[in-house]
C-alpha cells in the first residue's frame, strides 16, 4: 500500500508560481513511477505530468509544457511540481498519483494511487 500527501496548493495571481509538494509512504515509493492529475470545476480529472522512478524520464501535457516542471527526490520520497507562469485556468485541484507499473499506467490515466488532492486558485 503507498500513501500519498499533497501540500503547497493556494491562491496566486496570474503570472506567478506555485510548488507542490508530494510526501509518499509505503511499499516500494522510490522504484514506482509519480504524477500528478488536475481536476477543475465541472470537468474530468486530466493528466498533467509524470516521471519514472530514477527522475530520468518526464512526459507533460500540452497546456504545462514549458511551463510546469516535475521533480523527485528518492531519499525524501517526495515529488514536486514547480508551477510557473501560471494562468486562470490551471485553477483546479491537484492530485499526486503513483503506480510501480511505471509512467505509462500514469499516462493512460490509471494509476494505482492517489492523493487526496491540494486546491490551486489562480485570479486574473
Known amino acids: 500500500q503507498v500513501q500519498l500527501v499533497e501540500s503547497g496548493g493556494g491562491l496566486v495571481q496570474a503570472g506567478g508560481s506555485l510548488r507542490l509538494s508530494c510526501v509518499a509512504s509505503g511499499r516500494a515509493v522510490s522504484s514506482s513511477a509519480m504524477g500528478w492529475f488536475r481536476q477543475a470545476p465541472g470537468k474530468e480529472r486530466e493528466f498533467v505530468t509524470t516521471i519514472d522512478w530514477l527522475g530520468s524520464t518526464t512526459a507533460y501535457a500540452d497546456s504545462v509544457k514549458g511551463r510546469f516542471t516535475i521533480s523527485r527526490v528518492n531519499a525524501k520520497n517526495t515529488v514536486y511540481l514547480q508551477m510557473n507562469s501560471m494562468k486562470p485556468e490551471d485553477t483546479a485541484i491537484y492530485y499526486c498519483?503513483?503506480?510501480?507499473?511505471?509512467?505509462?499506467?500514469?499516462?493512460?490515466?490509471?494509476?494505482?494511487?492517489w492523493g487526496q488532492g491540494t486546491q490551486v486558485t489562480v485570479s486574473s
Open positions: 498519483a503513483a503506480d510501480y507499473r511505471g509512467t505509462e499506467a500514469i499516462v493512460a490515466g490509471s494509476p494505482r494511487y
